[in-house]
């Protein structure tokens, strides 16, 4: 079992396959996207599957693939199909913007992945279109109804919410309604370049206080929206009726609904004295929390090291796991230079 200097039980960890994308969405990347690392910059598939059997050894037990955009990395089905045979791993998942699930779902549930985050921030097409900067919202629904027809689950859809977006939430709480996908709204990071001002500048356009909503303020505008529409009032979900995850979503339903809606809270309610996981980025560091700068050279140590060296790079991140983010606005890479 791994445990950090606070005491919590750290059993997840969040593998970032690539730092590349096929969208340009205007909160992470800037209009001209980012300089991609170099081919030898890029952990291999088989030093990830090192450096996991090592963490998995160590008391990892759940892992999730992000980005990037994880589908556009090459060999990602063998890729899961290998760390699946893990022993130790209980389960492995995927965080992607669905655009080319249509085509994975089956391969990835034959190789032994269920769950699946498909980050969503809006349901309108020419809105969808603008945030992405060019995306078909048809290719990300398109994905979503693969991952049901594959057989995946729970099925989450992530919806980051943001002031200037003109997004319609109460069509996402809709989506609930049908089917048992599980839409949980996610108040925008200030993960990015900070400024004095309080700004996060090239992670995408820019983040500012103002553009910061606040799950309260989510939840009452679907009761409000919800209730005018004839849905009634959102219900909160016991835990042991919530869908089955890692992480800190907080979930709520409509009378009825075979999905549920859940916030994700970083800023107003930190969860920080919840957290169980390690990230390991793209090229290679390891980062024991989001909002920290500091990171562990795991690269240079899969190419010249021993198991054991690598072993003691995880103990090290998790002796200085930090307590909490304390509100910090701003990290020196994006989001999608640390994995999604």
Known sequence: ??????????DYLRISLT???????????????????????????????????IAVGEGISKIRLTGGEPLVRKGVVGHVRRLRALTGL??????????????YAAPLVEAGLTRVNISLDSLDPAVFERVTRGGKLADALAGLDAAFAAGMGPVKVN????????????????????????????????????????????AGEGWTRADHVSAEEILERLTAEGTAAG?????????????????PARYYRYA????????????????????NRLRLTADGRLRAC?????????RSVLRGGTDADVRDLIRTALATKPESHSSRVG????MSQIGG
């Not at 079992?1 to 750290?10: N, P, T, V």
């Not at 849905?231 to 992480?247: F, I, K, N, S």
């Open 331 to 334: 990290t020196a890479r994006g």
């Open 90 to 103: 209980e389960a492995i998942a995927l965080t992607t913007n669905g655009t080319l699930l249509a085509r």
């Open 19 to 53: 730092d590349r994308c096929n969208l340009r969405c205007v909160y992470c990347m800037p209009a001209a996207g980012v300089a991609w690392k170099d081919h030898d910059e890029i952990l291999s598939l088989e030093e990830i599957e090192r450096f996991a059997a």
């Open 256 to 275: 009825g609904a075979p999905g549920t809606v859940g916030v994700i809270t970083p800023l107003s309610h930190h969860f920080c004295g919840e957290c």
């Open 290 to 298: 989001l909002f920290s700068d500091e990171e562990i050279d795991v």
């Open 159 to 202: 919806a980051v919410v943001v002031r200037g977006l003109d997004q319609d939430l109460l069509a996402f709480a809709r989506l609930t309604l049908d089917r048992p996908v599980h839409v949980r709204f996610i108040e925008y990071m200030p993960v990015g370049g900070a400024s004095e001002g309080g700004e996060c500048e090239p």
């Open 1 to 10: 079992m791994a445990i950090d200097a606070f005491g919590r039980r750290i």
């Open 231 to 247: 849905l009634g009032a959102l219900e909160p979900v016991r835990r042991g009726d919530a869908p089955g995850g890692w992480g």
